[in-house]
């Protein structure tokens, strides 16, 4: 049975940085397509980044690309998510999920962990 569970999440002011980790049990990462989504108060599941299953594509939102990465560490089967120069509107739970395809859409993922959340305050 796959499991994800998220960590690192954390309240910070504006121009911090965080780091993001999320462990895959009962499957690897190279056999799923790994992904960061993001849900603020009273908002939609967000796409936040995407790796595919030997790192080769990365995909980013509109929203973070530059200021986030997202990367594995193979040997503690661990998604990473670095994110740069946070501000107020990357206030959100942040999910990791996996799934069979490259997508940015939320549906198409068929495990996900219960997130952690991120506060940046101005």
């Known amino acids: 049975q796959v499991q994800l569970v998220e960590s690192g999440g954390d309240s910070v002011q504006a121009g911090a940085s965080l780091r993001l980790s999320c462990v895959m049990t009962?499957?690897?990462?190279?056999?799923?397509?790994m992904a960061w989504f993001r849900q603020g108060p009273g908002k939609e599941r967000d796409f936040v980044a995407v790796?595919?299953?030997?790192?080769?594509?990365?995909l980013y939102g509109d929203s973070v690309r530059g200021r986030f990465f997202i990367s594995r560490d193979l040997p503690k089967n661990t998604l990473l998510l670095q994110m740069n120069n946070l501000k107020p509107e990357d206030t959100a739970t942040y999910f990791c999920?996996?799934?069979?395809?490259?997508?940015?859409?939320?549906?198409?993922?068929?495990?996900w962990g219960r997130g952690t959340q991120v506060t940046v305050s101005s």
């Open positions: 999920a996996a799934g069979p395809k490259l997508q940015k859409t939320a549906r198409w993922y068929d495990h």
């Open positions: 009962g499957d690897t990462l190279e056999n799923n397509y």
């Open positions: 790796i595919s299953l030997y790192g080769g594509t990365i």
